[in-house]
Structure formats: structure tokens, C-alpha cells
């Protein structure tokens, strides 16, 4: 009888303590059975890892914790990757949850589309009472359904191809069009050839991977789902509103250099004009005075 392959949940924290028990039961209540957990500690000083600690031995799957001794965002999400001894990789913030049948049903998708190298699901939301809902009801009719605008046609599952990237929907809100990390899960292997995280960015290192994963096999969408993401004040989204400049100038960069010929001729002529030596120099004389 042939066995589940074995997939790694990796749980990056800091300062979790709120909401980490609500994660780990999460991921103990799953469905699918062939589990490890890696939780990677970006140096706590709340009592974060002792709650962790204490699932070990009620768990009926391996629980390994480390520390993040680089320190920093994509350092930690990606301590926990190389951590991971599964085929599979599946990311769990520690303020959002899985629900029971998230991992089996990914897992599923994934062996229904096997070229493709990552699976994403809807979301339900955990909206705290501390938060402006005025600006949350206004931030959900934007991103509450990522993929809403593509009008994905779901057979059982939909697939995005590179194609994508040659569209108007490409590059306009919401710009990921994936999911956040809780919301996916991708083959390991990939990392052999796309790497890791990029550690230069703190709000758009996701995405900027699933484009990176995007140019090497397609992108599975499930129509249901499968997490609920939390929404509070305190979240890392929230506390790095204020770099957003500058991942946006960092991932023009990357298009530029990396995903040009696979754009739009209208993104393409924006990137050359801004980064290409000569269509900086047509760019000032258009725009000279």
C-alpha cells in the first residue's frame, strides 16, 4: 500500500504567543496524516516556544523547533524551508489557521495536476474587533478574493499559466494573485531551482516568489476555502506598510530583469523606459522643458 508522501508544515514566529496554539491545533487536526511540523524562531522573548513545547508530546506527528540566528523576515520563513525534510512544503503563519482538510486537499490538487509546481486556496478571515472596519470592509472588496478578476474557469481546480504575465490583469490590484504563505503549498524540489526568499524585501517576497515559481510550472487555484487568515493590528503586514517604496522599487528591478520578455508590450515599454541606459536617456528628452 503506497504511503501519503511526507509534507512539512513550516511555521515562522515571533512573538506568536497570542495565536500560536490556535495554529499547531490547526495542523493537529488535519485530515492528511504524513506530517512534520518546523517551527523556525526568529528570537522570541515571549513565552512563544514554551506553548510550542508543550505540543511535542500530545502530537502524533515529529515537531522540530530551531532558531533563526540571521534574523529578519524572508531569513526565517527561509530557515524553516531548510529545515524541511518533506516533499512538500506548506507555509502556516503563526496568527492564521488551516482548516481540517486544507493540507489533504492541496495534496490532492497537486497530484490531480502534477506539472504544476504550487497550489493555492481561497481564505476565510479572522477580523479582530480592534481594527478599523471601515478600512477593512474597503480592503476586502480588493483582496478578500484574489483571484476574482482572472475569471478562472475551475474544472475541478483552475491553473494559471506564465501567460498571466502578459495580461492586463498582470500587475494590477491586488498584484498577488496567489495568496499569502498560508494560503499555498509547493513542491520542495523547486528550491533547486528558483532558490530561496528573497531577504531584500519585507511585503512582497511572496509573490515575487510565486512569479519566480509561475515562470517554471503553473499555478493551481482551488475554488475552495481551505485557511482563515487573520487581520489584526499587530500582524507583520501592518508593521511594514511604511517599506512598501521600497519593495516596489525593488521588484520593478526584478521585472525588469528577469521577467521582461514574458510582459506585456505596455509593461515592457514602462521597465525599458525607467531602467534601460537608453530609455532613460528617452525619457528625459520626452520629457524635457
Not at 97 to 119: H, R, S, T, W
Amino acid at each position: 500500500m503506497a504511503v501519503n508522501p511526507l509534507i512539512s508544515v513550516c511555521i515562522p514566529t515571533y512573538n506568536g504567543a497570542q495565536f500560536i496554539c490556535e495554529a499547531m491545533d490547526s495542523v493537529l487536526n488535519q485530515t492528511y496524516s504524513n506530517i512534520e511540523i518546523i517551527v523556525s524562531d526568529d528570537t522570541s522573548n515571549d513565552n512563544t516556544l514554551e506553548l510550542v513545547n508543550k505540543y511535542i508530546d500530545k502530537s502524533q506527528f515529529p515537531i522540530y523547533i530551531y532558531t533563526n540566528v540571521d534574523r529578519g523576515i524572508g531569513n526565517n520563513w527561509n530557515n524553516s524551508m531548510q529545515k524541511a525534510n518533506g516533499k512538500y512544503i506548506k507555509f502556516l503563519f503563526q496568527d492564521d489557521v488551516l482548516l481540517p482538510n486544507c493540507i489533504e486537499m492541496m495534496y490532492n490538487g497537486l497530484e490531480l495536476k502534477p506539472n504544476a509546481g504550487l497550489v493555492a486556496c481561497k481564505r476565510e478571515f479572522i477580523i479582530d474587533d480592534n481594527v478599523d472596519r471601515d478600512k477593512i470592509d474597503n480592503w476586502l472588496k480588493i483582496y478578500g478574493d484574489l483571484q476574482n478578476h482572472l475569471n478562472l474557469d475551475f474544472k475541478p481546480v483552475a491553473l494559471i499559466t506564465k501567460s498571466i504575465f502578459k495580461s492586463k490583469q498582470f500587475y494590477a490590484a491586488p498584484v498577488n494573485f496567489v495568496g499569502e504563505p498560508s494560503a499555498v503549498m509547493f513542491k520542495k524540489n523547486l528550491i533547486d531551482d528558483i532558490g530561496y526568499f528573497r531577504d531584500d524585501l519585507n511585503q512582497f517576497l511572496d509573490f515575487e516568489y510565486w512569479f519566480q515559481i509561475l515562470k517554471k510550472t503553473p499555478i493551481i487555484i482551488l475554488k475552495d476555502s481551505l485557511i482563515k487568515f487573520r487581520i489584526h493590528e499587530n500582524q507583520a503586514t501592518q508593521k511594514n506598510k511604511g517599506k512598501m517604496s521600497n519593495d516596489i522599487a525593488i521588484l520593478k528591478k526584478i521585472l525588469y530583469k528577469e521577467f521582461f520578455w514574458l510582459l506585456s508590450r505596455y509593461r515592457q515599454k514602462q521597465l525599458f523606459l525607467e531602467f534601460n541606459p537608453l530609455g532613460k536617456l528617452i525619457n528625459k528628452l520626452l520629457n524635457y522643458k
